[in-house]
C-alpha cells in the first residue's frame, strides 16, 4: 500500500438532502480517478459506496461510507453521508471526520 504524508491526505465530506446526488458525484470521482472500471449507478444498485442490501433496495444512503481516491499525488477519502433526516448520525460522524465538506444540491 502506498504511503503518504498527512498534507497530501484529505477527507472530504458530501453533504446535503436526500437524493440530491451525492452518491452519483461521488461514484463520478471514483470513476474519473480510475478507482472503479465502471461508472456505478443507483438505479442499478451497482455503486461502490452504497452496498448495503438496505441501501441496493431503498435506492438512498443509510450509512457513511468511505472511498479513497488517488488524485494528483493526493489521496482523497469521499465521505459519502445520508441525506435522510433519519440517518443524521451518520452524517455527524462523516463531518466529524472531515477536513472539508461539499455541499451538493440537486439541480431539478
Known amino acids: 500500500m502506498k504511503q503518504y504524508n498527512a498534507k ?3 477527507n472530504i465530506a ?3 438532502h436526500g437524493g440530491c ?3 452519483s458525484v461521488a ?3 471514483i470513476y474519473l480517478a480510475k478507482a472503479s472500471e465502471r461508472l ?3 438505479s442499478d444498485g451497482n455503486t461502490v459506496l ?3 442490501s438496505e441501501e441496493i433496495k431503498r435506492q ?3 450509512l457513511t461510507s468511505v472511498a479513497p481516491i488517488e488524485w494528483k499525488n493526493t489521496k ?3 465521505i459519502d453521508t445520508p441525506g435522510l433526516f433519519d440517518f443524521e448520525g451518520g452524517v455527524a460522524e462523516g463531518m466529524r471526520a472531515a477536513d472539508s465538506a461539499l455541499i451538493v444540491v440537486s439541480g431539478k
Do not use: Q, V
Open 8 to 10: 497530501k491526505i484529505l
Open 14 to 16: 458530501l453533504a446535503g
Open 21 to 23: 446526488g451525492k452518491t
Open 27 to 29: 461514484e463520478s470521482m
Open 40 to 42: 456505478g449507478n443507483i
Open 50 to 52: 452504497d452496498y448495503d
Open 60 to 62: 438512498t444512503s443509510i
Open 76 to 78: 482523497i477519502n469521499i
